[in-house]
Each structure stands twice: as C-alpha cells, then as structure tokens.
C-alpha cells in the first residue's frame, strides 16, 4: 500500500516519476504544460511574415514571375498562386508561430506539418514551373529544419545542433544574397523575405550552436561556436554571390545621350532567344560601330560618357542594357552568362546599317560588359576589336591564376569558386560560358584591349591570365589611381586617346 504526505504527494515515488517525465519531455513545464518555445515562434514567425509579403505581392500583382513562368502556372493564375501560397505556407506557419510563442499543446505536431508543407511546396513548385531560384534551396533548410524542431526525429541533441547550424549558414547566406534589393530598391517583397531569410539563418545558428554545445566544456564551446562562425562565413561566401548575380534588382535608366549633346534613336533589338533589348543609337562618321556594354547592376546611362568620347572620335555607337536591366525585358544574371546573345543582337544590328562597313565593328564593355565583350568575340566573326575594362572572371576556369599566385590559399579559394559557379548553375537556365582566355585564343581575328584598374591588384593578374591565351593580339593597359572599370574618371583624355587609337588601328 502506497502511503500519502501531508502535501498530498506519494514519497520518493512520484519525485522519481516528475524527474523522469521531465527528461522525456524538456519542453514541459513543471505543471505539466508544453512550454513556450519564443525561438521557435520567432523563426516560424519571420517566415510567416515573408510567406504573407510573397503572397499579396502574387495576389495584388506587385512580385510577377514572368511571361514563360506565369504560362505554367495552373490557369496561367498568379492570384491562384498568391492564394496557394497563402493557404499552404503563410496560414500553417502563422499558426505555428503562435502555437510556439504561447506554449499551444500541438507545437510539435505543427512544427512537423509546416515542415512537410513547405518542402512539399519547394517540390511542387520545381514541378509545376520547371525553373529554378535561390528561394528553392533555401525553404527546403527551411522545411528540414522545422521537422527537425519537431521532436519527431530521433536526432541526439548534438547532431541536431550540427543540422540547425548547416541549415541557419544556407539561409542567412541566401538572405545576404538577396540584399541587394532592400539595399538598391527599399521596400518590396523580395527585400522582406531578405530580411526574414537573414534573420531566421542566423536565428537558427544560434540555436544550433546552443544545442549542440550543451554540456561541453569552455574550450569546447569556443572551439563549437568558432566552427559555426566558419560555417556561416563560407556559406555566405560561396551562395551569396550566386544568389546575388541570378537575383538582381531592378535597376532604371537615369540619362539619356541628350544629356551628353548627342543626337540618337531608340531601338530595340531582339536576341535569338526571343529577348527585346532596349538600346540606344547614336550614328557615326568614320564607317566603324561600336556596342558598347554597361556593368553589373547598372544601366546604359552609366557608360554614357565613354560612349560620348567614341561617338565625338566619329563611331557609330549601340549603347546596350543587358537583359534584365534598366528598360530590356528578360532575366538579368549578373555574371555574363546571356552576354553571346545580347551582344550578337548588338553587332546584327550594326551590320545591317548602310553606313557601318563590313569588318568594322567592335565591342567596348565595362566589368560584365567587358567579360560579356570577350566571350562575344569567340562567337561572333564579326566583332573585330574588343575592349574590355575590368573584366575578370565569370566561370571558375577564369580564377586558375589564383594557385599560382597566392599558394594554398588560392588553391582554396579556387575550390570555393567552383562550388559557387556550379550552385550558379544550378540557379539559372544559362549555360556557363567558356573561360575568357578559352575566348581570346578562339577568337583568332579579333584584337583585344583589357584596361586594368592600378587600385585593383587582382584586375592585372586576371588580365595577365586572358592574355596568356593570345599574347600577341592581347594588349594591356594598367591605369594607375584607378578603381574598377574607373579609368575614363580616372584619366579621361588618356583613355579616350587610347581606346580610340586601339579601334582606329583594328578597325581601318
């Protein structure tokens, strides 16, 4: 017979069973409650927030996917799929939040239907769309990781603390990715899911360093918390720009030649893929054109100055926005991979103007433009001169120098660059173009002039690389006190007497 206490409790027995019960379930209270989980809730919360922002941009026609993308959408509806994504991820995961936050009986149960929801709904979406964004990795962590707060796995403590950290590393380095918007832009849906991408990576990184450090011992836990720093700095090294060059913020024209005194036409082009570039055309006088192609998150208002001193030389010059940018229609990818098409688009264009003779068109760009230029030239019979200002790598055969000059560490970094340019890859439907020096030694007619930026050490080293391909039709020009694809503010009399002269003799 079991005796009771004054208290009402049973002696030594149910001491024991209150123990064992609180072992088995540490997210119960003492009074036998479901505790609140606050980081939980946080992170379903932040996510909520950037599931609701997708959702009325899609119902109110603020975020679009496109023509081809919104054309595969079940009834060509993106309000159907603003519902959708309302219906299957915002309201689950706004549920979740609260349910956490107030220590709700079902959080576990919740925490594994919004996980299963949402990777679901990342496989579905590649489905249903067939294309692919840096969202889609990113919400499958996502999804792993509310599975594994589930309680549902049978993950021990430490290597669910290995899991939160790899899964918070990814989407904190696709939030940092995605930056660019909030940065560029201000406020829109894709700066808030940034946002809440960032947040909730280093949210969970957080935890997981918490988690799997539990009971270690001082050394331990500096050693554990250092390695998750690593893990976080590569992961934003090696996706962030992948996501940033295949996610790229609007960007808008802001002058026109008018500005520099120069009569011109609007035009627009139209690549092989079906693209329509916005351009700009300004006629010449010597017989010779010249396309000419901005940089990576700008316009062709920003290259309007070189275009001026080309023009005044007496060229014919196409001033470009590259797909995606400024007023062109299309995916911007802001490492080049569309540059063949566009420029192609470009030098079709001139060479069906009378007063543009055949063998006399070049190409001058600027960073991407530059890299775009170079690889155009490989394709493109054409193009007779290029000129490219600070162009240094759009694929991973372009980083080969990097060994040679810098030992292990370049070798390391070389591994790194492989990694990114291949999740690159993956979220584009580009393909990756051939190595810039590959470009220069196929393009056998083509002369080419890579101006280097003397404030930039690795801009040398890159051109030194390319012109190993060709030495003897690559020339390079270094402009000291200058910063990237900075030389005509650098030294603009001396960079207008160069380049003109460099087309003057390769384009007679």
């Known amino acids: 017979m079991t005796t009771v206490d004054e208290s009402g409790n049973t002696p030594g027995v149910n001491d ?51 023509e081809v993308i919104n054309e595969r959408l079940p009834f060509d509806s993106v309000v159907l799929a603003g519902v959708a994504l309302a219906t299957i991820v915002a309201v689950p995961l706004t549920m979740l939040a609260w349910s956490a936050w107030t220590g709700g009986p079902r959080t576990d149960e919740l925490a594994l239907v919004v996980g299963l929801l949402l990777i679901g ?26 599975v594994a707060a589930s309680h549902r796995s049978t993950l021990k403590e430490g290597r669910r603390g290995l899991l939160f950290v790899a899964l918070g590393a990814v989407l904190a380095a696709v939030g940092v ?13 894709i700066a808030a899911v940034s946002i809440a991408l960032l947040l909730a990576g280093l949210g969970l990184v957080i935890v997981g360093v ?49 500005t520099r005194k120069l009569a011109y036409e609007s035009v627009t082009l139209t690549t092989v893929d079906g693209v329509e570039l916005a351009a700009w055309y300004v006629d010449g006088t010597n017989g010779a054109g010249v396309v000419m192609m901005h940089g990576s998150g700008s316009t062709r208002s920003g290259v309007l100055d070189q275009a001026a001193a080309l023009a005044r030389s007496g060229y014919a010059v ?30 079709e264009f001139l060479a069906s103007r009378d007063a543009i003779e055949a063998g006399r068109i070049g190409v001058v760009g600027f960073s991407m433009g530059g890299e775009e230029a170079i ?86 080293q890159a051109a030194s690389h390319i012109k190993s391909g060709a030495s003897d039709r690559v020339t390079v020009w270094n402009i000291e006190g200058a910063d990237h694809a900075g030389g005509f503010d650098t030294q603009p009399d001396d960079w207008r007497e160069r380049v003109v002269g460099f087309l003057d003799e390769r384009l007679r």
């Open 16 to 66: 024991q069973q209150v123990a064992d019960q609180k072992v088995a379930d540490p997210d119960t209270a003492s009074s036998g409650s479901p505790a609140r989980r606050p980081w939980l809730a946080a992170f379903a919360a932040v996510n909520a927030f950037g599931a609701w922002a997708g959702a009325v941009g899609l119902i109110t026609g603020g975020t679009d996917f496109g």
């Open 121 to 146: 709904w990342i496989i579905g979406q590649v489905a249903v769309i067939r294309a692919f964004s840096p969202f889609q990795p990113a919400y499958l962590a996502v999804g792993a990781g509310f």
């Open 177 to 189: 990715g995605l930056l660019p918007h909030p940065i560029k832009n201000g406020v829109s849906v």
């Open 210 to 258: 918490g988690s799997g450090l539990r009971g270690r011992g001082r050394w331990g836990k500096v050693a554990g918390s250092a390695g998750a720093v690593v893990a976080v700095v590569v992961a934003v090294s090696i996706i962030a720009p992948a996501v940033a060059a295949t996610t790229v913020p609007s960007t808008a024209v802001t002058s026109t030649p008018a």
């Open 318 to 347: 196409l001033l470009i926005d590259a797909r995606g940018h400024g007023d062109s229609h299309g995916t911007a990818m802001d490492f080049g991979w569309y540059g063949d098409r566009d420029i192609a688009a470009g030098t």
């Open 375 to 460: 690889g155009a030239a490989a394709t493109d019979e054409r193009i007779r001169a290029v000129v490219a200002e600070g162009a240094t790598a759009r694929q991973a055969a372009d980083e080969a120098w990097l060994s040679d000059t810098y030992g292990w560490r370049g070798w390391l970094q070389e591994q790194l660059e492989k990694v990114q340019y291949g999740i690159t890859d993956y979220l584009t439907d580009a393909s990756p173009p051939i190595s810039l020096r590959s470009a220069v030694t196929r393009a056998s007619d083509t002369h080419f002039l890579l101006i280097t930026a003397g404030n930039v050490d690795d801009e040398a």
